[in-house]
């Protein structure tokens, strides 16, 4: 073997050992990574679920690439869990020096939520916990496993409730009956909601008074609003009979129902038109 071949050998070895020490000192440095849920948003809302995106934000400090990271998460209401979700490890790695968003959806279904947790049916909202566990492989560490923690507050969405409060006279004649008729409309959320349109009909003793519409407005969080609409019934249009039902001394049943389309300022929830119907005897 020549000089030069024994020289070129022994240049290749001395390399390929220092690469070696340097690999090896950059294991003897190995860090723990660091792991937390950076965000959680309302992905989707509806009466019967939500779902929950969760973004669980994890950090490689080493210099080496970090292979198989595993992530379980758990969704706890009221102090049980309801729900579990699981990213395998096997579609997950960690770049050296780098950092990884991992987005792992929770759907909760709220009729598996009433049958756990009582007591929470008619509420607007309830506070939650996410817990989890990153779980991975660092050389000279081992098996590490990073706990996380989220807590919040989810909002479970209810109907808006249109009522019949009362009916008073303002003008009664032998031709004519001027009333107003009082409509509560309330919001019964932790969010605003926005009333676009309300048609409503109105009607007694199988008669159909008045069909109509209200003007769009908003609803604040909890907020309830009386609304008086002037109806004025002719006897001619009604009947003598009606008029003189509405204006005799017994209760009448009277029947307000209709269909409104509503659009929350929670942009997760995107309800279709809903209908509502209210009844209430009243005396004039």
């Known amino acids: 073997m020549s000089k030069q071949i024994r020289s070129l050998l022994l240049f290749t070895c001395m390399v390929w050992l220092l690469s070696g020490c340097s690999n090896l000192q950059n294991m003897a440095k190995a860090q723990k990574p660091q792991a937390q849920i950076s965000s959680v948003t309302v992905s989707q809302l509806s009466l019967t679920e939500v779902t929950l995106l969760a973004k669980v934000t994890v950090k490689n400090p080493n210099p080496i690439k970090l292979p198989g990271v595993g992530l379980t998460l758990d969704l706890n209401i009221g102090g049980k869990k309801i729900v579990t979700v699981a990213q395998p490890d096997s579609s997950i790695s960690l770049p050296a020096k780098g950092r990884r968003d991992i987005t792992l959806p ?43 923690s989220h807590k919040d507050t989810l909002p479970i969405p209810q109907l808006p409730d249109v ?17 107003t008729v009082d409509i509560a409309i309330s919001n019964p959320n932790a969010f605003a909601l926005n009333i676009n349109t309300l048609n409503y009909q109105l009607s007694a003793a199988g008669k159909t ?20 609409v002037p109806l004025s019934l002719s006897l001619s249009e009604a009947g003598s009979s009606v008029l003189r039902l509405l204006t005799g001394k017994a209760a009448v049943t009277y029947t307000l129902n209709g269909e409104m389309g509503i659009a929350p300022d929670l942009k997760a929830w995107k309800p279709k038109p809903l209908t509502f119907k209210s009844e209430k005897s009243l005396s004039l």
């Open 209 to 228: 008074l008045t069909s109509s519409s209200i003007k769009p407005l908003k609803l604040n969080t909890g907020e309830r609003k009386m609304l008086s």
């Open 163 to 179: 009522s019949l409060q009362k009916i008073s006279v303002q003008e009664a004649s032998f031709t004519c009956l001027r009333l």
């Open 106 to 148: 929770v759907t909760l279904k709220f009729t598996d939520l009433y049958k756990t947790v009582s007591g929470i049916k008619d509420t607007s909202s309830v506070a939650y916990e996410i817990t989890g566990r990153i779980n991975m492989k660092v050389p000279l560490l081992g098996d590490v496993s990073l706990p996380l």
